[in-house]
């Protein structure tokens, strides 16, 4: 049965019942006969079929709900069961806006060093994406915006404000400045992230509320690839200061501070307050508190 309501969480997540059969590990015909038994069983279309995957009936959402909830819980209770006990085999699955990929790497390191039974899945996804996921338990635990916009029944864990800079090259747009404005940064040639990402959102409303309309010329989901085309030397970004490091920049870039105004936000681990938390999500938020630094206030 558990196995039946993981094709249907795999399908939702997919859209695609080619993409579902090969997240799950199974050809697609095997996840189209498990989807098809959980019908029979239930006496109730849940996929409305065609040539290609055209959503759930109202019972398959009804259905959908259920196996969230009982595959989480299923999952929950080994977690609960095995702990950490030495050798335990866990996977601990985590999101991540872009921008803080690094930060994931700085605190699941040292942990799993020091609990070699357990293993990481690290995917990126929006801050609205994943918080859905957290509460979908299709994650255990997501690195996110704390401020800004609304994050809802969350435990957090502050852990890094998170600034913004002028990507540039030193012969490209303001490449010769110490310190550039909003509104001069407006003006450039930019390339952004796309317009799913909250860290476009608050850049555009930054822009705006200086007077620059933003009109990127290239918008992307990737971090190496905005990079990639201000090296060209006819672009710019704006980029948060926790995805580059003196690497990325190698002396082909330069990332000048913005001012006027001085914008910040918090970033840092959440897990959902819908479900208790796991042994290993305690000891993970554990790890990352310890690094949280003393007297966080988070930054509005």
């Keep these: ?17 080619g993409r579902a059969a090969e997240s799950c590990g199974v050809a697609q015909p095997t996840l189209s006969l498990g989807i098809r038994s959980l019908e029979e069983m239930l006496n109730v279309p849940l996929v409305k079929r065609s040539s290609r995957f055209q959503g759930f ?6 259905v959908l709900i259920w196996a969230r909830r009982l595959v989480g819980d299923a999952r929950a209770m080994r977690q609960d069961i095995l702990g950490l006990n030495g050798g335990t085999d866990t996977c601990l699955r985590v999101a991540a806006i872009p921008s803080a990929m690094a930060l994931v790497a700085k605190v699941t390191m040292p942990f799993q060093q020091r609990h ?3 293993r990481f899945s690290v995917i990126g996804r929006s801050s609205s994406v994943l918080l859905d996921l957290l509460h979908q338990r299709e994650i255990d635990v997501g690195v996110t915006y704390l401020t800004n916009e609304p994050i809802g029944d969350v435990s957090a864990v502050p852990l890094y404000r998170e600034q ?32 799913d990402s909250q860290n476009r959102r608050i850049i555009d409303s930054v822009l705006r509320r200086v007077g620059a309309e933003p009109t990127p010329m290239m918008e992307t989901d990737s971090i ?16 948060p200061n926790s995805s580059l490091d003196a690497n990325d920049l190698a002396g082909t870039l330069r990332a000048i ?10 970033i840092g681990f959440v897990v959902s307050e819908r479900y208790p938390m796991a042994p290993i999500v305690t000891a993970l938020m554990t790890e990352a508190r310890g690094l949280s630094p003393r007297d966080f206030v988070p930054a509005a």
């Excluded at 795999?10 to 019942?17: K, M, T």
């Excluded at 009936?57 to 009804?62: I, N, S």
């Excluded at 490209?172 to 390339?191: H, I, K, M």
Aim: with cysteine; aromatic share 8%; glycine share 8%.
């Design 1 to 17: 049965m558990l196995e039946k309501l993981e094709f249907m969480i795999a399908l939702s997540r997919e859209q695609h019942f």
């Design 57 to 62: 009936t109202p019972e398959g959402e009804r």
């Design 116 to 118: 070699p039974g357990v």
């Design 164 to 195: 913004y800079l002028l990507l540039t090259t030193p012969n490209g747009p303001l490449g010769f400045a110490d310190r550039v404005t909003w509104a001069q940064a407006g003006e450039t040639p930019l390339c952004l992230l796309d317009r």
């Design 224 to 239: 190496a690839a905005l990079i990639a085309y201000v090296r060209l030397g006819r672009w710019t970004s704006i980029m």
């Design 257 to 266: 501070p913005i001012t006027e105004p001085d914008v910040s936000h918090t």
